[in-house]
Each structure stands twice: as C-alpha cells, then as structure tokens.
C-alpha cells in the first residue's frame, strides 16, 4: 500500500501570499498524482491531475509539480477563498486501489 | 453536465447495514469506459477510499473493509449503490460517490456527488 504523508498539517499565511504544500509518497507513484481543494461541508473539488495539469476552470494561481515520491501544490497568491483543506491522491497499478494524504489545512494568519 | 447525488438511510443501527445509491444525471453510467467509487470522511477527519464498480460491473475494493462491502450498479436506472454490512460507530462518516476520471497516465475523482451523512447509532 502506498502511503502519502502531507506537509505542514497546518498552514498559516495571510492573503496575497504564495503557499507550497508538499505531498510524499512512500514510493513512486510516476506522475500518477491528484490534489483536491476542500471548503466546510462541501465535497471535494479536483484542482490538480497527473501532477501539474489543472482542472477545468481551476485559476492559473494554482500549480502542481513533482514526480516519483514528492510533490507541491503552489498558490502563487492567495485569495481569501483559498483557505480550505486540500488533500493529495494517488492510485496505485496493482491492486487498483486509491489513497489520500492525510490533508494540509490552509488557514488566514 | 454530469451530476451525483447519493440518497440513503441517513441514520443506520450497530450491526445493521448501511445502504446508498448514487443517482448519475448528465450522462450514461455505462459510456466512456469510466468507474464509479464511493469514498468516506469520518466527522473533522480525512479521505478515505471504499471501492469503485468498472462499468463492465467489476470491483476493486479498499482491502480494510472489503469483508464488509458490497458496490453494484443499476445500468436501467442510472445509478449504483453501495452496501456495508456490520457497522459500528466508527463507520460514522459523510459518503460521497464520484466518477473515476482518467488519461494515459492517471487516474483522479471528477466530479463528486454533494454526499450524505451517515450516523451509526442506536
């Protein structure tokens, strides 16, 4: 099972700031990796596929890199609704199975 | 525009089954070579992924609670339904079904359905 570990838990930076999170896999997922946004009590929202391709409607602001085991999210500025929670995922070959990183929280200092 | 919506037994017993169906609008659950998962969030904690049903009607499910799952698909209704037997208050949690959208490379969930909560309790 591959286990993804995110950094920092918790991230305290004010509006108009750049924000890095990290996602670390426990091997290499190749560039096979998802990153979601989460708002209190609303569902998930796919911002970041295959590592650095954004979504549909995603804002340029964000951006994905890495490959093999260590990733980042990058918001190169922050607007005031980014704070939220956001989790990275990957899905391995075999077993076809699907895990989560345990979430950053984004929060306004 | 693909939709979900999940619809179920908002309240279930310990030791009961739990039982919920996602409603797919939008789009045929059979086209596009897509799966369909369900995935949990405990109350004030993270993602955790339950299985998913291929549109050919196979399942692939997490091995921590495959003993307990069951995910089927209802092509004549456009939906599929997810059943969890023997629960326990740890399987408190909002459940979300979504579509498992891919490429060449990967595979992510897009787009999700709004979820439901689901409380275990006598």
């Known amino acids: 099972e591959i286990v993804l570990t995110q950094s920092p838990a918790t991230l305290s930076l004010s509006p108009g700031e750049r924000a890095t999170l990290s996602c670390r896999a426990s091997?290499?997922?190749?560039?096979?990796l998802a990153w979601y946004q989460q708002k209190p009590g609303q569902a998930p929202r796919l911002l970041i596929y295959d590592a650095s391709n954004r979504a549909t409607g995603i804002p340029a602001r964000f951006s994905g890199s890495g490959s093999g085991t260590d990733f980042t999210l990058t918001i190169s500025s922050l607007e005031p609704e980014d704070f939220a929670v956001y989790y990275c995922q990957q899905r391995s070959n075999w077993p076809p199975t699907y895990s989560f990183g345990q979430g950053t929280k984004l929060e306004i200092k | 525009q693909l939709q979900l919506q999940e619809s179920g037994s908002g309240l279930v017993k310990p030791s009961q089954t739990l039982s919920l169906t996602c409603a797919v609008s939008?789009?045929?659950?059979?086209?596009?070579?897509?799966?369909w998962s369900w995935i949990r969030q405990p109350p004030g904690k993270g993602l955790e992924w339950i299985g998913y049903i291929y549109h050919s009607g196979s399942t692939y499910y997490n091995p921590s609670l495959k003993s307990r799952v069951t995910i089927s698909v209802d092509r004549s209704k456009n939906q599929f339904s997810l059943k969890l037997s023997s629960v326990t208050a740890a399987d408190t949690a909002v459940y979300y079904c979504?579509?498992?959208?891919?490429?060449?490379?990967?595979?992510?969930?897009?787009?999700w359905g709004q979820g439901t909560l689901v409380t275990v309790s006598s």
């Open positions: 091997q290499s997922v190749s560039s096979y």
């Open positions: 979504a579509r498992e959208d891919y490429s060449n490379y990967g595979r992510w969930f897009d787009p």
């Open positions: 939008g789009g045929s659950i059979s086209s596009g070579g897509y799966s």
